[in-house]
């Protein structure tokens, strides 16, 4: 396997680790806002992914992204708790329905 | 002239920025990996230790929940109120079941002391009947028991034997009979009952004492009787083959 790829999840296997280590938990009260920033930072990572293998992966991009994604849909996810509106879900569709393109992405790509 | 120094070959710089993009590249996605990998196992933990805590459920759920839960109370206290109801019914239905079997054994108590199977005392008067010209015949006995039983007598002794309701007297002045055991004079006629009641019968003008008081040689003495013996009945139970209890 390409090193390109090798690194990255090596990287993330020892944030699985060091979770699985640190006995580390948040709040019960922002569960919910890390549901959603994990998922748009999943979102991020296949994004990147996709990037990488098409050979147009760009690092500011990608990290711009991964970090103002996260915290938006988090935001987001405040904003409609605190307005009564079930705002999160806008990210969760969104965020989803991106997750699944980019592994249709990539997918095909790794099968060409 | 200097010897010439072998030039070194530098890098060209579109290289060197792609090495470098590249190391950015590896870089930016071990870190962002890394961090995300680290959030999903605490975003599992947390969820995995949260359960069903109410703190991490949103308003629309917790409203639902609390829907639910009305819900759920409503049904329970229909259910407390038909259990109630029940057990009630059931306590009513015991103690219904409870007196029925207490009459029934009273009832079976009194038929009992009444049919003379079972042995039975209490007070009342006892009447003492001399006939000294045999004047009293089986007509004035079944006058006395009459009267006797009108006034309440719940049970009748005549010289120590019991008088039954299928108890038949007959035979000639001076030579009475119950049963066919002859009756001898004086006679001694033991009453159960309401002492005050059955004295107030006998005695009253035109009652059992006057009427008796007017046949020839007849002398009739009433007096109140403490725990008076009633033997049982001498010749077993009838038995019924004809007449049959209607439901």
């Known amino acids: ?100 393109q980019n592994l249709a992405a990539i997918r095909r790509l790794l099968i060409k | 002239m200097l010897p010439q120094q072998p030039r070194r070959v530098r890098p060209s710089s579109s290289s060197a920025r792609h090495r470098r993009n590249r190391a950015l590249t590896t870089t930016s996605l071990f870190i962002c990996l890394g961090v995300l990998g680290f959030l999903v196992v605490v975003l599992m933990r947390t969820q995995g230790a949260l359960g069903n805590d109410l703190q991490a459920r949103s308003v629309d759920e917790l409203g639902r929940l609390v829907g639910m839960l009305s819900q759920e109370v409503d049904r329970l206290q229909q259910e407390e109120t038909d259990l109630t109801i029940k057990a009630i019914g059931s306590h009513y239905e015991l103690r219904s079941d409870t007196e029925v079997v207490t009459r029934e054994l009273e009832t079976l108590k009194a038929l009992e002391v009444l049919v003379g199977a079972v042995p039975s005392r209490g007070d009342g008067v006892r009447l003492l009947i001399g006939d000294s010209e045999n004047h009293l015949s089986s007509y004035e006995m079944c006058l006395i028991i009459n009267e006797l039983r009108s006034a309440g007598a719940e049970a009748i002794v005549m010289n120590g034997r019991r008088i039954d309701y299928d108890s038949g007297i007959g035979g000639k002045p001076g030579r009475l009979a119950l049963q066919d ?67």
Do not use: H
């Not at chain 2, 004086?186 to 309401?194: A, I």
């Not at chain 2, 007096?223 to 083959?241: K, N, Q």
């Open chain 1, 1 to 100: 396997m390409n090193r390109r790829f090798c690194i990255p999840l090596f990287g993330l296997l020892l944030g699985i680790l060091l979770g699985l280590l640190v006995r580390f938990e948040i709040p019960a009260v922002y569960a919910r806002y890390l549901s959603v920033a994990v998922l748009a930072a999943l979102d991020s990572s296949f994004g990147g992914l996709r990037a990488l293998i098409e050979r147009s992966f760009s690092s500011r991009i990608f990290l711009s992204g991964f970090v103002s994604n996260t915290i938006l849909a988090a935001l987001i996810t405040f904003l409609g708790d605190r307005m009564g509106v079930n705002l999160y879900l806008a990210a969760v569709v969104a965020f989803g329905v991106r997750l699944f």
């Open chain 2, 181 to 247: 055991s002859p009756l001898v004079t004086p006679l001694v006629v033991e009453v159960v009952g309401d002492r005050e009641a059955l004295l107030s019968a006998v005695k009253m003008p035109g009652g059992l004492v006057s009427m008796l008081s007017q046949l020839p040689g007849v002398e009739i003495d009433v007096e109140t009787a403490a725990d008076i013996s009633v033997p049982p009945r001498s010749y077993g139970l009838r038995t019924f083959d004809y007449a049959v209890p209607i439901d």
